[in-house]
Antibody, heavy 125, light 107 residues
Framework: QVQLQESGPGLVKPSQTLSLTCTVS??????????WSWIRQPPGKGLEWIGH???????YYNPSLKSRVTISIDTSKNQFSLKLSSVTAADTAVYYC?????????????????WGRGTLVTVSS | DIQMTQSPSSVSASVGDRVTITCRAS??????LAWYQQKPGKAPNLVIY???SLHSGVPSRFSGSGSGTDFSLTISSLQPEDFATYYC?????????FGGGTKVEIK
């Protein structure tokens, strides 16, 4: 079955760009059955959906982060990526990649039953 | 954005107790609601989708109800493995949004 795994630096300096990659295994990222999302969770707090990408490259970003977020896809590597620019301490969080092959429609994933293990990114000098 | 408000923020209960958590949406979302269980250091796990449907492999002691703006998750007989934090999430409108969470603690 499809599995997701996040990777990237665990420490980013303020004002720099956070970059993470999610590797998809057990299936093709180019399958039309999935939208690929990023979700984050600050330590001890709730979950925030960042945005998603479809294999075609079509994206949707949370308006709260839209000016700083870029999600891209590399079908040759079966990976999708997150870039978040101008980070501050408020961007310190566990970042998850997530999806579903079951709970989606033409607009995107509605519910998530596929999650990576998450990766903690700390923004600090 | 649709705001999701959960209550209570925490609940203390014993094994065997019946526990109900509520979630309110800031506007009507039909039955586009999911519940997730999250244990410390782990990713969330889907429990309920479409407000009342049990995700595959989830024990039948979990149930969901509601539509429109008011929803609830009930655990009929709390088991030791159910102590966790539960989140609701609306799937009606993008951006998708989550509630603040309810921590189910051991009394």
């Amino acid at each position: 079955q499809v599995q997701l795994q996040e990777s990237g630096p665990g420490l980013v300096k303020p004002s720099q760009t956070l970059s993470l990659t999610c590797t998809v295994s057990g299936g093709s990222i180019s399958s039309g059955n999935y939208f690929w999302s990023w979700i984050r969770q600050p330590p001890g707090k709730g979950l925030e959906w960042i945005g998603h990408i479809y294999y075609s490259g079509s994206t949707y970003y949370n308006p709260s982060l839209k000016s700083r977020v870029t999600i891209s896809i590399d079908t040759s590597k079966n990976q999708f990526s997150l870039k978040l620019s101008s980070v501050t301490a408020a961007d310190t969080a566990v970042y998850y990649c997530a999806s579903s092959g079951s709970y989606y429609d033409s607009s995107g994933t509605r519910y998530f039953d596929l999650w990576g293990r998450g990766t903690l990114v700390t923004v600090s000098s | 954005d649709i705001q999701m408000t959960q209550s209570p923020s925490s609940v203390s209960a014993s094994v065997g107790d019946r526990v109900t958590i509520t979630c309110r949406a800031s506007q009507g979302i039909g039955n586009w609601l999911a519940w997730y269980q999250q244990k410390p250091g782990k990713a969330p796990n889907l429990v309920i989708y479409a407000a009342t449907s049990l995700h595959s492999g989830v024990p039948s002691r979990f149930s969901g109800s509601g539509s429109g703006t008011d929803f609830s998750l009930t655990i009929s007989s709390l088991q030791p493995e159910d102590f966790a934090t539960y989140y609701c999430q609306q799937g009606n409108t993008f951006p998708l949004t989550f509630g603040g969470g309810t921590k189910v603690e051991i009394k």
